[in-house]
Each structure stands twice: as structure tokens, then as C-alpha cells.
């Protein structure tokens, strides 16, 4: 199995902050690599695809970068809203792994 | 518009089998290049993918539930159906389905989930 971690397990930010979260694999993934959002109680929410597609109707201040084994998510002028956890997933080849996740938390 | 919709028992017993219903519309399985696969996620834990079932009918499991999983598909009825058997308490978990485009290779859009707790 392709092993993905994420660094940082947690992040305080303030509204408007920009942050970036990183994801590795073990092993070459090219670029498929998906990030999703996901809040307490609710599905995880596909953010962006092949390591920079932005989904239709996410935000532009999202935007996702890398290829081979490092990527990385940055969101730029942190909203209220956006504090959730977030995870890496590599849809590269089956079993399709997702990292341990990163929770982002209001300063 | 796509959706997705999981349902289930919410509490099975140690060793019951679990038989889990994806009821989706907006798509067709039949479709080339569609696929539905199945997530579950234990509390505070990431997700993790568990099976996959294509327009061709290829089938992609789990490695490590391999032998305890079956997925089929009901193109008439726009049904994916996740059967895993000997569950236990830790399989207690959230479980997901979600619409996979073969060519991008991206999970979306996804289901609410369903809650199945595994306890006597």
C-alpha cells in the first residue's frame, strides 16, 4: 500500500492567516492527488483533484500544489469557515490511502 | 445533480454480516467511465477506502478485508450494495459511498454516511 503522511498533525490560525499544509507518499503518485475538507458530523468535501484542479464551487483562495511524492495545500485569507480537518488522499492506485489529516483550528 | 445516499442497519452484533445500500441518482453505472466505491471512517480517525465497483463490472477490494467484502452493482434499480461479513467492534465506523470518475480518478460527490455501531 502507498503510505501518505501529512505534516502538521494540527494548526491554530487566525481568520485571514495563510497556511499550508503538506502530504507526502511513499512512492510516486504523478499527480493523483485529492484534498478534502472535512468538518465534524459531515462527509469529507473534495477541495481540489489531481493535485491542483480547484473542484467546481470551492474557493480560489484554495489552491493545491506537487507531484511525485510531495504536494502541498495552501489556503490564502483564512474564513471563518474554513477551520475543519483536512486530509491528503492519493488516487493513484487501489487501495487509494488517505493521510492521518491535519486539524486547523481558530487562534 | 448527483447524490448519493447510504442506508443500513445501525447496530449489528459481533460476527453478523453488514449489508449496506448506496442509493445514487444524476448518473448511471453503466455509464464508462463511472464507478461507485465504498469509504468508512471510525470515529476521530481518516477515512479509508474499502471497494470499488466499475461500469464494466471490475471490482477493486480492500486488500486487507479482501475476504470479507462483496460489492455489486443494480443498474436498474441505481443501487451499489457493500456486503461485509464477521463483523466486529472494530469495524464500528461511518461508512460512505461516493461516485468515482475513472479518468480523473476523484472521489465525488459523496453521501451523508451512515453510523453502524458493531456491539453486543
Known amino acids: 500500500d502507498i503510505q501518505m503522511t501529512q505534516s502538521p498533525p494540527s494548526l491554530s490560525a487566525s481568520v485571514g492567516d495563510r497556511v499550508t499544509i503538506t502530504c507526502r507518499a511513499s512512492q510516486s503518485i504523478n499527480k493523483f492527488l485529492n484534498w478534502f475538507q472535512q468538518k465534524p458530523g459531515k462527509a469529507p468535501r473534495l477541495l481540489i483533484h489531481s493535485a491542483s484542479t480547484l473542484q467546481s464551487g470551492v474557493p480560489s483562495r484554495f489552491s493545491g500544489t506537487g507531484s511525485g511524492t510531495d504536494f502541498t495545500l495552501t489556503i490564502t485569507g483564512l474564513q471563518p469557515e474554513d477551520f475543519a480537518t483536512f486530509y491528503c488522499q492519493q488516487s493513484f492506485t487501489a487501495p487509494y490511502t488517505f493521510g492521518p489529516g491535519t486539524d486547523l483550528e481558530i487562534k | 445533480q448527483i447524490t448519493l445516499k447510504e442506508s443500513g442497519p445501525t447496530l449489528v452484533k459481533p460476527t453478523q454480516t453488514l449489508s449496506l445500500t448506496c442509493t445514487f441518482s444524476?448518473?448511471?453505472?453503466?455509464?464508462?467511465?463511472?464507478?461507485v466505491a465504498w469509504f468508512r471512517q471510525p470515529p476521530r480517525k481518516a477515512p479509508e477506502w474499502l471497494a470499488v465497483?466499475?461500469?464494466?463490472?471490475?471490482?477493486r477490494y480492500r486488500p486487507s478485508l479482501r475476504n470479507r467484502l462483496i460489492i455489486i452493482k443494480d443498474t436498474s434499480k441505481n443501487q451499489v450494495v457493500l456486503t461485509m461479513t464477521n463483523m466486529d467492534p472494530v469495524d464500528t465506523a461511518t461508512y460512505y459511498c461516493?461516485?468515482?470518475?475513472?479518468?480523473?480518478?476523484?472521489?465525488?460527490?459523496w453521501g451523508q454516511g451512515t453510523l453502524v455501531t458493531v456491539s453486543s
Open positions: 461516493a461516485l468515482h470518475e475513472y479518468s480523473s480518478s476523484l472521489f465525488d460527490p
Open positions: 444524476g448518473f448511471s453505472v453503466s455509464t464508462t467511465g463511472v464507478g
Open positions: 465497483v466499475y461500469w464494466d463490472d471490475d471490482k
